[in-house]
């Protein structure tokens, strides 16, 4: 099992999620657990497609959090 960074954003709606390392894997949601729950689907989704398409599962990036001054 890997784990994916997964960047939350809000907006006027409701929130938005991305993968960086799984480009096209997004949810949307009005509350941010429910943003969660459908980017959770929406990765699962997303891996189990690429292995059944043979896509190699790339490599979760390192990442790290800055704090501005």
């Known amino acids: 099992m890997n784990t994916f960074l997964v960047l939350f954003e809000k907006s006027s709606t409701g ?7 799984l480009p096209g894997c997004v949810a949307t949601g009005r ?3 429910e ?7 929406a990765m ?10 043979g896509d190699p599962i790339p490599e979760p990036s390192h990442f790290e959090l ?3 001054l």
Do not use: I, N, Q
Not at 15 to 21: R, S
Not at 35 to 41: C, F, L, P, S
Not at 44 to 53: G, T
């Open 15 to 21: 929130y938005g999620a991305y993968a960086p390392d």
């Open 31 to 33: 509350t941010l657990e």
């Open 35 to 41: 943003t969660r729950t459908r980017m959770a689907k």
């Open 44 to 53: 699962e989704m997303h891996l189990s497609a690429m292995r059944e398409d």
């Open 66 to 68: 800055v704090e501005a």
